[in-house]
């Protein structure tokens, strides 16, 4: 039986992440596995080290480029985030999908068999379609921040004010109540087909919640000092 990874929120490129570490500590198990689903933040353009969006979206596509070939044995689907759905960046990726075969990617959301893939970003408040795209077009058309900003935001991550403030807002029960207000307007028939729903974007991970009988599981992000919580599954 085919099995997969999915992970989540690695935020590359900017002075906040940890990803590439987070990513050499499960090599074996991508090597392992027959899909991987890079589910919505991989790169963060908003608190980037690159100043420049052309050098930004060439370094996303090169990461992408030698992830797929550093990982030939597996289907790689790249959902966007709200910190990687750049138009910039996302005009290039059929492109890139042509010239790279194992590689997919995603606007919003991935259904493999009763598996059910989205960012999490649809929760950040109760919104339908329409307003998850009226939430992404600030980070469509998004420019970096200062570096003193994004030291600063790493300064805040270090002593524990963010995490504060995702554990205020993203408590488990209110997150799965508005993820699946969204799921219910955006994709009517979800219910029907799925069992596992994997998301990020609150960083804070959890494993097998139920809800109207839906296992939910989020799997934490690759910023330092947080929890990284990759799931692997059958599919």
Not at 146 to 168: N, P
Request: aromatic share 12%; net charge neutral; proline share 3%.
């Amino acid at each position: 039986m085919p099995r997969g990874i999915v992970i989540s929120d690695l935020h590359l490129f900017s002075v906040r992440s940890a990803g590439e570490q987070r990513l050499a500590s499960i090599r074996d198990d991508l090597a392992a596995a027959d899909v991987i689903v890079l589910n919505g933040d991989t790169f963060d353009f908003r608190w980037s080290h690159f100043r420049d969006e052309e050098k930004f979206v060439e370094a996303a596509l090169d990461w992408l480029r030698r992830f797929a070939a550093t990982y030939p044995q597996a289907t790689i689907h790249f959902i966007c985030g709200n910190h990687d759905c750049l138009d910039a960046l996302t005009v290039c990726l059929d492109d890139l999908a042509q010239r790279c075969p194992s590689l997919s990617w995603h606007e919003t959301h991935l259904l493999l068999g009763t598996h059910l893939f989205v960012h999490g970003d649809c929760a950040h408040r109760r919104m339908d379609a329409v307003g998850l795209g009226r939430y992404r077009e600030v980070f469509k058309r998004e420019k970096p921040r200062a570096a003193w900003l994004a030291q600063g935001y790493r300064v805040v991550d270090r002593i524990g004010i963010t995490w504060l403030a995702h554990r205020s807002h993203f408590g488990v029960q209110g997150t799965l109540e508005r993820l699946t207000w969204h799921l219910d307007r955006a994709i009517p028939e979800w219910r029907a087909t799925t069992r596992d729903c994997y998301f990020g974007h609150t960083h804070l991970p959890f494993r097998g919640r139920s809800l109207d009988g839906v296992r939910f599981h989020n799997t934490g992000c690759g910023i330092a000092g947080s929890r990284f919580a990759p799931v692997m599954f059958e599919i």
